[in-house]
Nanobody
Framework: QVQLVESGGGLVQAGGSLRLSCGAS????????MGWFRQAPGKEREFVAA????????NYADSVKGRFTVSRDNAKNTMYLQMNSLKPEDTAVYYC???????????WGQGTPVTVSS
């Protein structure tokens, strides 16, 4: 059974940092682009960051550029999201997923909540 599991969320004060992890089991995703998304209360899910299969190419939402860093360790079948200088507007449930087609993500994890207090 293919499964993605996010971890590392929690409560942090504004200006603080968190590191999220996304572990994959049941399948190796080393050949796929993977991404992070988030959904704040009452809002639609939005793209945060993505990393290509080798980790050599990344892209970010404008709202997190310069503050968040996405990376991956294919030997551990794990993707990471380092979040620095967190703001209250970063509060959301963060999800990881695999890009299964050019414009579609799948194998969504259950999400990990991040709360940034002011």
């Amino acid at each position: 059974q293919v499964q993605l599991v996010e971890s590392g969320g929690g409560l942090v004060q504004a200006g603080g940092s968190l590191r999220l992890s996304c572990g994959a089991s049941g399948h190796t995703f080393s050949g796929y682009t993977m991404g992070w998304f988030r959904q704040a209360p009452g809002k639609e899910r939005e793209f945060v960051a993505a990393v290509n299969w080798s980790g050599t190419s990344t892209n970010y939402a404008d709202s997190v550029k310069g503050r968040f860093t996405v990376s991956r360790d294919n030997a551990k079948n794990t993707m990471y999201l380092q979040m620095n200088s967190l703001k209250p507007e970063d509060t959301a449930v963060y999800y990881c997923a695999v890009r299964v087609t050019l414009d579609t993500y799948g194998y969504w994890g259950q999400g990990t909540p991040v709360t940034v207090s002011s």
